[in-house]
């Protein structure tokens, strides 16, 4: 299986502070990688697919980097909606493995 | 508009079957490039993703869970049933099933709401 190490795990900022999530795989991957947003008690939803192409609801504040083993999602400037968990996803090996997630707080 | 939902027995004992179905509309599994996965996730835990099945009735495991799931679609219902024999509690968690489009690589562009699965005696 391919692994996903994603850093930090917990995060404290505060609104309109830029913050960046790393995603490491543990073997290349190419750009085939996938973020998630996911709210308390809700579902996950997809935001960013291909590493850097972002669905269609994503504000622009959000941008993917990266491909091979390194990838980073950054938002430019926090608004409160965007405090949650975010997780990465790897799309090109069977199984399609996530990270452990990095949960993002208000400090 | 393309949906999903989860529906299931919520509470299962100890070594019994879970047998998990996703109903959906706004999309066919007879599409090309089509498919549904189920991911589940233990209360205050990552996502783990556990099975998938695409529209030419290609499917995947978990290798660690393998020999547990049978995943089978019924594309005249629009439903993916996911079969998980001999549940132990840290089988417990919210059980999602989701839509991808295989070729494109995009992810799980669609999510049902989950279920929450107890397992206890």
């Known amino acids: 299986d391919i692994q996903l190490t994603q850093s930090p795990s917990f995060l404290s900022a505060s609104v309109g502070d830029r913050v960046t999530i790393s995603c490491r795989a543990s073997q290349g991957i190419s750009n085939y990688l996938a973020w998630y947003q996911q709210r308390p008690g809700r579902a996950p939803k997809l935001l960013i697919y291909a590493a850097s192409t972002l669905q269609s609801w994503v504000p622009s504040r959000f941008s993917g980097t990266g491909s091979g083993t390194e990838f980073t999602l950054t938002i430019s400037s926090l608004q409160p909606e965007d405090f949650a968990t975010y997780y990465c996803?790897?799309?090109?090996?069977?199984?399609?493995?996530f990270g452990q997630g990095t949960t993002l707080d208000i400090k | 508009q393309i949906t999903l939902k989860e529906s299931g027995p919520t509470l299962v004992k100890p070594t019994q079957t879970l047998t998990l179905t996703c109903a959906f509309s706004?999309?066919?599994?007879?599409?090309?490039?089509?498919?549904v996965g189920w991911i589940r996730q233990p209360p205050g835990k990552p996502l783990e993703w556990l099975s998938f099945i695409g529209w030419d009735d290609d499917k995947r495991y978990s290798p660690s869970l393998k020999s547990r799931l049978t995943i089978t679609k019924d594309t005249s219902k629009n439903q993916v049933v996911l079969i998980m024999t001999n549940m132990d509690p840290v089988d417990t968690g919210t059980y999602y099933c989701?839509?991808?489009?295989?070729?494109?690589?995009?992810?799980?562009?669609?999510w049902g709401q989950g279920i929450l699965v107890t397992v206890s005696s």
């Open positions: 989701a839509r991808t489009v295989v070729p494109a690589k995009v992810g799980f562009d669609y």
């Open positions: 996803q790897q799309l090109n090996n069977y199984p399609r493995t």
């Open positions: 706004g999309f066919s599994l007879d599409s090309s490039g089509v498919g």
